[in-house]
């Protein structure tokens, strides 16, 4: 078993760090759609000028954007991360490899943000942040320290679970 040490705090931080980077690109694209909006024409000329049109609806699209991550960032400041758990929870991190081997994978269990990766510090590895509606959350949700789990059906042994808290 690889001796792997994860900071849930550092590693949420991280997460947030991400989503803010994203709102402020999110952001200044929502500020440059608006302002085509807003100086396109108000009349088109003809039925190809549809850039007004156009813009507004990548406005509508960044601005439904920002009020999900928006969402994201209020649920991860306000989560409280487990201290030790015994069963993989909401605010794990959970290592997935053979039972007789080191941690091939990394899973950060949130409630928002699924799909993202952060590196680990002093490795190649990245942690994915997995949400509890995906498979792999489902099937690691519950499990004890060294339990079995198959995240493929087409598995041939079935990796053990290691909670890194």
Request: proline share 7%; net charge neutral; aromatic share 4%.
């Amino acid at each position: 078993m690889s001796a792997i040490t994860v900071d849930k705090v550092t590693l949420l931080q991280a997460v947030i760090l991400q989503v803010e980077e994203t709102l402020r690109r999110l952001g200044s694209g929502y500020t440059v759609a608006r302002q085509a909006t807003l100086d396109s024409p108000h009349v088109m000329k003809s039925k190809r000028e549809v850039t007004g049109i156009e813009a507004s609806y990548l406005a509508n699209a960044l601005a439904g954007n920002i009020q999900e991550r928006e969402f994201c960032l209020r649920t991860l400041r306000g989560m409280r991360l487990p201290d030790a758990p015994e069963r993989a929870a909401l605010g794990c991190v959970v290592g997935i490899g053979p039972p007789d081997g080191p941690a091939e994978r990394l899973y950060f269990i949130l409630p928002v943000c699924g799909g993202m990766e952060i590196p680990v510090q002093d490795d190649a590895r990245t942690i994915r942040v997995v949400t509890p509606e995906t498979p792999v959350a489902k099937a690691l949700l519950g499990k004890s320290l060294g339990d079995e789990v198959r995240l493929r059906k087409d598995q041939e042994r079935p990796d053990s679970v290691r909670l890194l808290v």
